[in-house]
């Protein structure tokens, strides 16, 4: 169980954690925000069932399921043509990375996410999406590889 003070000082200092996943699922920021509160409030009725050791995880949990269920109303909502493109604060020579993480599907970019960017370990990531450890592995190795080859893909060729 985690204590009130407990919760406020771990989803203050997840919040910006949270705030990038849910915008690398949903690509809109007013969404990522609904996300991210609408997990917080989620989390906070449940705090008492949620063991501290595992609270990361679980309301890493908590912010994805958010977001598909966020992205099924927003698909019977908005047409696919007109929803907005990401925004990211890049440097210049991180954009084509960035690009290609983009292009990235779903199943592969959140895993890269979550264990390259935000430090996750293979078994919080597993927790985290709900899948065992070795699909994880799976899914970081498949990312790699399609990552390699779309910028392989992209390199300029000397003229």
Not at 48 to 63: D, M, S
């Amino acid at each position: 169980m985690i204590s009130d003070d407990q919760f406020t000082r771990e989803t203050t200092a997840l919040t910006p954690t949270l705030y990038r996943i849910s915008m690398s699922i949903l690509r809109h920021e007013a969404d990522c925000r609904d996300a991210v509160q609408q997990a917080l409030l989620n989390v906070w009725v449940a705090r008492g069932r949620v063991e501290e050791a595992r609270f990361r995880t679980y309301l890493t949990r908590v912010v994805i399921n958010e977001c598909r269920n966020i992205q099924r109303r927003r698909m019977r909502e908005i047409p696919v043509d007109e929803l907005p493109d990401l925004e990211y604060i890049m440097q210049p020579e991180q954009s084509e990375l960035r690009e290609a993480i983009d292009l990235l599907p779903e199943s592969l970019r959140t895993p890269l996410l979550l264990h390259y960017m935000e430090c996750f370990n293979e078994k919080e990531t597993a927790d985290a999406l709900g899948i065992s450890v070795v699909a994880v592995k799976n899914r970081l190795y498949r990312a790699r590889k399609a990552l390699k080859q779309k910028l392989k893909d992209w390199e300029v060729t000397p003229q």
